[in-house]
Nanobody, 114 residues
Framework: VQLQASGGGLVQPGGSLRLSCISS????????IAWFRQAPNKERERVSC????????YYAESVKGRFTISRNNAAKTAYLQMNSLKPADTAMYYC????????WGQGTLVTVSS
């Protein structure tokens, strides 16, 4: 299973970005899809995830109300809509497919700066 993340970039505080994760795993209800991020000199943290069956979602407290995760099974794409971005959101963002084993995609860099 391969995952391709994209959509990162430079944005000003208060701005928005939408990350995409393309993978055949998104089309399968057997996989939950998660977004993680890792800032310089910090541990990787789980930002959000969406289940494979009922599309239930999880958000880290730091992003609740600002980020929205979704998946389009037909398009084999999961999304992370990020609004009201803060400098603290600056990190490399990774998508991951979770089943009995996990698969990681490469990262996409998000930089929030004026």
């Amino acid at each position: 299973v391969q995952l391709q993340a994209s959509g990162g970039g430079l944005v000003q505080p208060g701005g928005s970005l939408r990350l995409s994760c393309i993978s055949s795993a998104v089309a399968s209800d057997h996989y939950a899809i998660a977004w993680f991020r890792q800032a310089p000199n910090k541990e990787r943290e789980r930002v959000s995830c969406i289940s494979g069956g009922d599309d239930s979602t999880y958000y880290a407290e730091s992003v609740k109300g600002r980020f929205t995760i979704s998946r389009n099974n037909a398009a084999k794409t999961a999304y992370l809509q990020m609004n009201s971005l803060k400098p603290a959101d600056t990190a490399m963002y990774y998508c991951r497919a979770d089943s009995s084993i996990v698969f990681w995609g490469q990262g996409t860099l998000v930089t929030v700066s004026s």
